[in-house]
């Protein structure tokens, strides 16, 4: 893919100066979107992240602007149930009232190619109520026009599900749902070896909210050292994308891959702890087809408002069996 950095003034854009885009020129153009972290939503401020996808199903190269500012080429289409129209967020407006010039770039997207991106859906709509709510995206190859003459392309459409935070449960430990059977996850006081058998039990169920549940994401995340190091430089908000970024990337096994493979079987065979952390060996045994791998695991607990959660682990590869 290819692109260059331009810059628009926004009355030039609001004016309508450029070439109209026609539905005909969009042809061939898949627009996907997703959650970039499937999880329960509340009505707080944490970000709702929307994974974009452009994809060129074309014969011939796709070009379109893209704004350095998003607001300037996607909008999002919230509505209730009842397919009343949410309100447009304060900051949108502020963004796109503004006197300012639009920087953007001119992106290829090659046949077969896609290119992707991810939006926080609150900066676009004010989700002020609890309730479902059918979410559509528009992107705006030209940046959004005050011409009719620009056809905007439109996505497939989400359900969201915004409700209120549970309020915290004895000893101010936070109550969590399931997003399977919608069912209050609470983190008890296990002891570690415990905690570790809940939550292998739970990936080889698929049960991702309980596996994540005794997960430190944070301590999980800066074990590596350029990802600390990009931690401690970010905002609050820049912390929350990488958890959801991290979150999402174990559930694909784009990163620590060898904790989100699911055991056949696992035995635990040793738990060593003292008041504040805790050390737990586990035998874990991985049907691949033809043989069965079996590898060591020791994950490594802290002691967190009486709760133990995993802040580490290491892997010993034993070999295989037949």
Not at 100 to 124: A, C, P
Not at 236 to 243: A, N, P, Q, S, V
Not at 305 to 310: G, M, Q, R, T
């Amino acid at each position: 893919m290819k692109f260059r950095l331009i810059f628009l003034p926004v009355l030039l854009v609001l004016l309508g100066v450029a070439l109209p885009i026609t539905a005909q020129a969009n042809a061939g153009v898949s627009f996907q979107i997703r959650y970039f972290d499937r999880r329960v939503f509340y009505l707080d401020d944490e970000p709702i992240l929307i994974h974009i996808t452009l994809t060129n199903n074309s014969p011939g190269p796709y070009r379109f602007r893209l704004a350095e500012e998003r607001a300037f080429s996607v909008d999002f289409d919230v509505r209730t149930n009842s397919n009343r129209p949410v309100d447009p967020a304060d900051r949108l407006i502020q963004r796109r009232s503004q006197a300012m010039q639009v920087f953007f770039r001119e992106i290829t997207i090659e046949t077969g190619e896609s290119f992707s991106f991810v939006e926080d859906l609150r900066d676009y709509s004010e989700l002020l109520n609890s309730g479902s709510y059918v979410i559509q995206a528009r992107i705006y190859p030209e940046l959004i026009q005050a011409s009719t003459l620009f056809t905007p392309i439109e996505s497939n459409r989400l359900i969201l599900d915004l409700r209120h935070r549970p309020l915290l449960g004895p000893e101010g430990i936070p109550l969590e749902l399931d997003v399977e059977t919608n069912a209050v996850l609470v983190r008890e006081r296990l002891p570690p070896d415990e905690v570790i058998n809940y939550m292998l039990t739970a990936r080889q169920r698929s049960q991702w909210e309980r596996f994540f549940l005794y997960l430190d994401l944070q301590s999980m995340l800066s074990r590596d050292p350029h990802r600390r190091r990009q931690w401690n430089a970010e905002s609050e908000e820049g912390r929350l994308r990488m958890l959801a970024r991290y979150k999402q990337d174990l559930q694909n096994a784009v990163v620590d891959g060898d904790i989100s493979m699911i055991p056949t079987d696992f035995t635990i065979e040793r738990t060593t702890y003292d008041t504040r952390t805790a050390a737990v060996t586990v035998l874990n045994h991985y049907d691949m087809g033809n043989f069965t791998e079996i590898r060591r695991y020791t994950w490594h607990l802290e002691r967190r408002n009486d709760v133990w959660l995993v802040v580490d682990y290491q892997v010993q590869n034993l070999g295989t069996t037949r």
